[in-house]
């Protein structure tokens, strides 16, 4: 989705990693990052640093001198607080043998196509999209497919006939972003049940990041508080993979703690993975993530309020005729179509330059994603306020 890195022949890499795709998003963040009074809604974070009683845990766990090797597969006690969370979210009993805590939502993201595909295979990933499942698509050593999403005045829809058009004998997953990074879009359980018929068909695996899942704006597809999921729809032997993080929930991006669920007759394949990878999460930061589960519900709940005020305040540029923006269903950005826009990345250094507010470029998301940019509404009011009257400023400028 983005060049690859340009290394001499000589050093003989291998291509796996010198076709690993730049990150649009850390081009521009690198480029205002320490700006004075910059607002920045260029990644996928909130402005809310790390609760007291998550930080507590881990300092508790370290005086404790709980540095020493752990469990590969987690440990007992954050497996279980997993298994339980999933038990309140989806209403329906988990065993905690199908969680897997990892360094991070990326490490179970590779651990996942580690697992499905390889060299010569395929993975469909519906675009606009978040610009690390190519990433770890390539390094895994398979080839990424993007599959553009289609937009009208409702917002953006999959495109079942592309979907399985994009189809062939080396096709082996399909990821599904449900809510969407970076364009907001839920799927309804039609979607997940058409999704997951296709691939039942065609013998796919799915790889599930329903990481934005509790982070739901849309009253039609609201299920007790989350967003449909793929848990709703399946049977037990579906190939599934989820991908999941402590980042958004609870603040938690500098972390790097998440997990894997899958089935689990994988663990040990799993298990094996995690060995090879990071031979482990500290146990200090698993205490974190404990916490985290049985204490942070209202802290989540915070979190969610605010991104449906940050919501409702960014539908504000719609106003600057330059802008279109269907209103996101879910997670936490707006993905805002910049008319007149030929250079997504063009418009997003300029803002950085003359209103000295921070967005991703679209194209960092895919060809479908050019003349778009994205903005994280996970921020305190002020700051969102300020940032659309700065936009609303500088796009005539931009555009004109």
């Not at 698509?137 to 999403?149: H, L």
């Not at 691939?199 to 695996?205: S, Y």
């Not at 989540?300 to 106003?319: P, Y």
Request: with cysteine; charged share 20%; hydrophobic share 40%.
């Amino acid at each position: 989705m983005n060049a690859s890195v340009s290394i001499p022949s000589t050093f003989n890499l291998r291509p796996e990693a010198q076709q690993a795709p730049t990150s649009g998003i850390v081009d521009v963040f690198s480029y205002g990052r320490g700006r004075p009074g910059i607002i920045p809604l260029w990644v996928g974070e909130g402005d809310l640093a790390t609760p007291s009683f998550i930080c507590d845990a881990a300092a508790r766990s370290l005086k404790d001198g709980e540095t020493f090797y752990t469990y590969q597969r987690g440990i007992p006690e954050l497996r279980q607080a997993i298994a339980g969370y999933h038990e309140t979210v989806y209403r329906k009993a988990f065993d905690p043998e199908r969680f897997f805590v990892t360094s991070g939502g990326m490490p179970a993201m590779q651990i996942a196509f580690r697992m499905v595909c390889g060299t010569g295979d395929e993975v469909l990933i519906p675009t606009p999209a978040w610009p690390n499942f190519a990433g770890a698509i390539t390094v895994a050593g398979a080839r990424p497919v993007p599959v553009p999403m289609t937009i009208d005045a409702k917002g953006w829809h999959l495109d079942f006939e592309r979907l399985e058009q994009a189809i062939t004998p080396r096709t082996r997953v399909v990821v599904l972003n449900s809510p969407s990074n970076p364009t907001g879009w839920t799927a309804s359980h039609d979607d997940l049940r058409a999704v997951l018929d296709m691939a039942r068909r065609h013998g796919l695996w799915i790889v599930a990041d329903e990481i934005y899942g509790r982070f739901i704006h849309d009253p039609a597809l609201t299920i007790d508080g989350r967003a449909p999921s793929f848990r709703d729809v399946m049977a037990p032997e579906d190939r599934i993979l989820f991908v999941q993080t402590f980042s958004k929930n609870w603040a938690m991006t500098g972390w790097r703690l998440g997990w894997l669920e899958a089935p689990p007759a994988l663990g040990q394949v799993i298990e094996n993975l995690v060995q090879y990878q990071t031979s482990g999460t500290p146990t200090f930061i698993q205490r974190a993530g404990v916490a985290a589960i049985e204490q942070g519900e209202s802290f989540l709940e915070e979190q969610i309020t605010r991104a449906k005020r940050g919501r409702d305040l960014v539908g504000r540029l719609a106003e600057t005729g330059l802008v279109d923006l269907p209103p996101p269903s879910g997670a936490f950005y707006a993905f805002l179509k910049i008319k007149g826009a030929t250079s997504s990345k063009d418009i997003a250094f300029r803002l950085i330059d003359e209103a000295n507010v921070g967005l991703a470029p679209g194209n960092a998301f895919g060809e479908a994603g050019e003349g778009y940019l994205r903005l994280c509404y996970l921020r305190k009011a002020e700051d969102l306020e300020e940032a659309v009257e700065r936009i609303g400023t500088a796009l005539p400028r931009l555009v004109g």
